[in-house]
């Protein structure tokens, strides 16, 4: 594997870390709005009865907004895994990455344009070599964001809160 490839896998590594678990944020919410809307629903249902028609309309509509928001979500994610939005090109990921660490700043990005320029001198390839070498040492010490990040923050908290308390819901038999 040449020098490029690495950082180019290593950028699309960060890429994807990053896409998941903006993937994983987005079902959280999901997750969170269909027990809402389904707590909403059983209380109105304790203070108004609802007809079976009324019922389905209801299910219907919460079914189809959310299997909605799941299909745009799923192609918002495609996107961003294969870097078609602005926000996820290798060249934003790289800079995305130089701002948080110091010691890289804006070297990656340059290391990774350099790698896509066409250079005609034997020199001009040299040091193109040398940077790639630098700029692959510091990168190799640079830890890709852990996916399970995501369930220690506070809106994977919220989620099992919201969960618990619409379970002790569903068992309240008054």
């Known amino acids: 594997m040449n020098k490029k490839n690495k950082i180019e896998n290593f ?7 990053k896409v998941i678990m903006i993937l994983l944020q987005r079902f959280f919410y999901i997750l969170i709005f ?3 809307i389904a707590t909403i629903f059983t209380c109105l ?6 007809d079976s028609d009324s019922r389905i309309r209801i299910l219907i509509l919460a079914i189809s907004f959310s299997f909605s928001l799941i299909i ?3 192609a918002h994610f495609l996107l961003q895994l294969n870097g078609k939005i602005k926000n996820f090109s290798n060249e ?3 800079k995305y990455i130089g701002k948080k660490d110091s010691s890289i700043s804006d070297k990656l990005v340059n290391v990774y344009q350099l790698s896509k320029t066409k250079l005609t001198s034997k020199l001009s390839e040299e040091l193109r070599n ?7 040492q510091k990168i190799s010490n ?3 964001p852990n996916i399970l990040y995501v369930f220690k923050t506070n809106l994977f908290l919220l989620l099992l809160f919201i969960f618990f308390c619409f379970t002790g819901l569903l068992f309240n038999n008054q």
Request: aromatic share 10%; proline share 0%; charged share 25%.
């Open 11 to 17: 950028i699309d590594q960060y890429r994807k870390s």
């Open 34 to 36: 269909i027990i809402l």
């Open 45 to 50: 249902e304790q203070l108004i009865y609802f």
């Open 72 to 74: 745009l979500i799923g």
């Open 92 to 94: 934003e990921i790289a």
């Open 130 to 136: 040398e940077a790639t070498r630098k700029i692959q």
């Open 142 to 144: 640079i830890q890709i």
